[in-house]
């Protein structure tokens, strides 16, 4: 009964002992001496928040001298490219990405690391004529955070437009000679006229 009790005397202390988290693991090459607990605080610790900002963000048919030359909400599926321009601020050291969606499904992810404090971003997407409907990107930092999020529709061409169009344009591209010696009419105009 005696070493009984000495046995549950010290299976009790490594319990305790084991349990407070303070054994210490000895140092050796490529180890850590960090206790258990302390290694779980640090794990814990909440990431840093996110300083990034997105000043402007908008859709483009191009970008000249670092700006967007429009501003897009529509586009008809004869235009096969699109570009997402992104001003931001407090964003060096950071990794910003344009996740371009489409029907709930990433399409594309295009990471920056803007190396100042003002950078002006911007990505660019073919698009497929069939893939009509709406795009949308999100402006993502590099903790997942969504800092900006910009939709477009990319809508099929009109066909009654279509139509009008070509009646409008010539049918015929080459002229006939004259053989007849006659000076032909003048052109219709195609401007308005005064009254």
């Not at 050291?93 to 990471?111: D, L, P």
């Not at 709406?134 to 529709?153: I, K, M, N, P, Q």
């Not at 437009?161 to 009419?185: D, F, I, L």
Request: charged content about 15%; overall charge positive.
């Amino acid at each position: 009964m005696h070493i009984t009790n000495k046995t549950i005397l010290a299976a009790a202390c490594c319990a305790l002992l084991f349990g407070s988290g303070t054994v210490r693991a000895q140092p050796t090459a490529g180890t850590s001496t960090a206790t258990p607990a302390a290694s779980a605080a640090t794990a814990a610790a909440p990431a840093p928040a996110a300083t990034a900002k997105v000043t402007h963000a908008q859709f483009t048919t191009a970008v000249k001298n670092r700006e967007p030359i429009d501003h897009v909400t529509r586009l008809d599926n004869s235009q096969h490219t699109i570009f997402f321009f992104t001003d931001l601020q407090d964003a060096a050291g950071q990794t910003i990405t344009h996740r371009w969606q489409y029907r709930g499904k990433t399409m594309a992810e295009v990471k920056f690391e803007p190396k100042a404090n003002r950078w002006r971003v911007w990505s660019s997407k073919a698009l497929l004529p069939d893939q009509t409907g709406t795009w949308t990107v999100e402006v993502v930092d590099g903790s997942g955070h969504v800092l900006a999020s910009r939709s477009f529709d990319y809508t099929p061409v009109q066909a009654a437009a279509t139509r009008a169009t070509h009646k409008v344009q010539p049918q015929a591209t080459h002229k006939v000679p004259n053989t007849t010696g006659m000076t032909p009419a003048p052109a219709a105009s195609t401007h308005g006229g005064g009254g």
